[in-house]
């Protein structure tokens, strides 16, 4: 069963950093295109940060100048770096993974990874 697995959330004081991850599991399949999303409680989810197959970036233009996407091609993983964490950021973080198998393309999406931000 393909999966999405994600870590690197956790409890962090305003101005910390975090580093997510979000790596591909039961699958040869290589991720092409990636990205981050969070729903803080009562809120829908919203985008934070997507990178494409030729490494084109795009973010929310709250996390701008704060967070850094990136994939790693050799361990298969679509990364999020946070830094100057603010309370606002607290939310369950989502990564959102294309995979290209040998019968084609497939999106999936992770289990959620709680991050919060204290002020």
């Known amino acids: 069963q393909v999966r999405l697995v994600e870590s690197g959330g956790g409890l962090v004081q305003t101005g910390g950093s975090l580093r997510l991850s979000c790596a591909a599991s039961?699958?040869?399949?290589?991720?092409?295109?990636g990205g981050w999303y969070r729903q803080a409680p009562g809120k829908q989810r919203e985008l934070v940060a997507t990178?494409?197959?030729?490494?084109?970036?795009n973010y929310a233009d709250s996390v701008k100048g704060r967070f850094t996407v990136s994939k790693d091609n050799v361990e298969n993983t679509v990364n999020l770096q946070m830094n100057s964490l603010k309370p606002e950021d607290t939310a369950v973080y989502y990564c959102?993974?294309?995979?290209?198998?040998?019968?084609?393309?497939?999106?999936?999406w992770g289990q959620g990874t709680q991050v919060t931000v204290s002020s």
């Open positions: 959102n993974a294309r995979i290209a198998h040998t019968f084609g393309y497939r999106d999936y």
């Open positions: 039961g699958t040869t399949g290589k991720i092409t295109d």
């Open positions: 990178i494409n197959s030729a490494g084109n970036t």
